[in-house]
DNA sequence: AAACTTACCTGGTGGC
DNA sequence: TGCCACCAGGTAAGTT
């Protein structure tokens, strides 16, 4: 599942495709996404070139210039998506429901579960910070207000008062942003706390390490994405996810990789969360 | 305010 | 073999 790391990837495999280039035309194929694609971008984004590629949580943010206008395409994996970057003459596929042709190459967007998004956000409506669909995300992981003691500290201050488990405080993102049903599981095991454990009344030093296990597994990830980026500008390859040694996820039943205990499952909120009921005891 | 529930969407799978 | 129920999960809107 996309979260954090194959956004990262797809926004560094985009930053080396795209950036520059003027968007030509516009197709939406399916607007039907998690809301729908904004019918103004076919007649308003051809003429505008893409100036930046950033990142904010699982959003993918793409600023575009022209003399006329001024904004940021606003794109979201969701589950099932992806972000190819192909020559202008291949194939269209299945779910290839949005294409934004750049000239001397097409970036193509393709969602099978359709719970992604592609949205505009225009300058004119004021700062991109403040949409409401990134105002209320929390702080990023990889960035300097959350390395070494810091992140520690933003997740304990964070978490005070908090009644609900630990998995999903991370879940939610309003703490620390781009930590899904995966990296979840995974940076709680790493940390050797039981995604049980309510939110509140784990202390600091704990913290501290479970900002440790969120930077060292996303990083982790970004850095194996790295090795597939040639996916991400290759018309033939595979779609930008990447496989990873999991410790725990998808792993039910089978032995931890620390100590042989077979891995559980738990549901919470309606999610699966994998863990080790040794390793991570309390 | 915080926490919980529901809805969105399709492809794959397990049970019968 | 076919049919159906269920699950995968990021997000936000609605409800308690």
Same mark, same amino acid.
């Given at each position: 599942?996309?979260?954090?790391?194959?956004?990262?990837?797809?926004?560094?495999?985009?930053?080396e495709?795209?950036?520059?280039?003027?968007?030509?035309?516009?197709?939406?194929?399916?607007?039907?996404?998690?809301?729908?694609?904004?019918?103004?971008?076919?007649?308003?984004?051809?003429?505008?070139?893409?100036?930046?590629?950033?990142?904010?949580?699982?959003?993918?943010?793409?600023?575009?210039e022209?003399?006329?206008?001024?904004?940021?395409?606003?794109?979201?994996?969701?589950?099932?998506?992806?972000?190819?970057?192909?020559?202008p003459?291949?194939?269209?596929?299945?779910?290839?429901?949005?294409?934004?042709?750049?000239?001397?190459?097409?970036?193509?967007?393709?969602?099978?579960?359709?719970?992604?998004?592609?949205?505009?956000?225009?300058?004119?409506?004021?700062?991109?910070?403040?949409?409401?669909?990134?105002?209320?995300?929390?702080?990023?992981?990889?960035?300097?207000?959350?390395?070494?003691? %810091? &992140?520690?500290?933003?997740?304990? +201050?964070g978490? =005070?008062?908090?009644?609900l488990?630990?998995?999903? *405080?991370?879940l /939610?993102?309003?703490?620390?942003?781009?930590?899904?049903?995966?990296?979840?599981?995974?940076?709680?095991?790493?940390?050797?706390?039981?995604?049980?454990?309510? %939110? &509140?009344?784990?202390?600091?030093? +704990?913290?501290? =390490?479970?900002?440790d296990?969120?930077?060292?597994? *996303?990083?982790a /990830?970004?850095?194996?994405?790295?090795?597939?980026?040639?996916?991400?500008?290759?018309?033939?390859?595979?779609?930008?996810?990447?496989?990873?040694?999991?410790?725990?996820?998808?792993?039910?039943?089978?032995?931890?990789r620390?100590?042989?205990?077979?891995?559980?499952?738990?549901?919470?909120? /309606?999610?699966?969360?994998?863990?080790?009921?040794?390793?991570?005891?309390?």
């Amino acid at each position: 599942m996309p979260e954090l790391p194959e956004g990262e990837v797809t926004r560094r495999g985009g930053a080396e495709a795209i950036l520059g280039l003027r968007v030509a035309h516009v197709t939406i194929r399916n607007g039907n996404l998690r809301w729908p694609v904004p019918e103004e971008l076919t007649q308003d984004l051809p003429g505008s070139v893409v100036k930046t590629i950033e990142r904010r949580g699982k959003f993918i943010l793409i600023g575009c210039e022209s003399l006329q206008s001024r904004g940021t395409l606003m794109i979201h994996l969701g589950m099932t998506g992806t972000l190819r970057v192909v020559a202008p003459d291949s194939e269209v596929r299945p779910h290839d429901h949005v294409e934004f042709d750049l000239g001397l190459v097409v970036m193509r967007f393709n969602d099978p579960r359709r719970v992604g998004a592609i949205l505009w956000h225009d300058q004119a409506d004021g700062p991109l910070a403040g949409s409401r669909h990134l105002a209320k995300l929390g702080v990023e992981p990889l960035s300097e207000e959350f390395a070494c003691q %810091a &992140g520690g500290e933003v997740l304990f +201050r964070g978490s =005070r008062g908090r009644t609900l488990p630990i998995k999903q *405080l991370l879940l /939610a993102g309003d703490i620390v942003v781009g930590v899904g049903n995966i990296y979840a599981s995974e940076s709680l095991f790493r940390a050797r706390i039981s995604p049980k454990t309510a %939110a &509140g009344s784990i202390g600091r030093a +704990r913290y501290h =390490r479970l900002a440790d296990a969120i930077r060292v597994t *996303l990083s982790a /990830a970004i850095d194996k994405g790295g090795s597939t980026l040639r996916d991400f500008v290759d018309s033939s390859g595979a779609p930008g996810y990447f496989q990873q040694d999991y410790f725990v996820y998808d792993r039910t039943g089978l032995p931890c990789r620390v100590c042989g205990q077979p891995i559980r499952t738990v549901r919470q909120a /309606a999610r699966s969360t994998f863990y080790c009921a040794q390793c991570q005891a309390r």
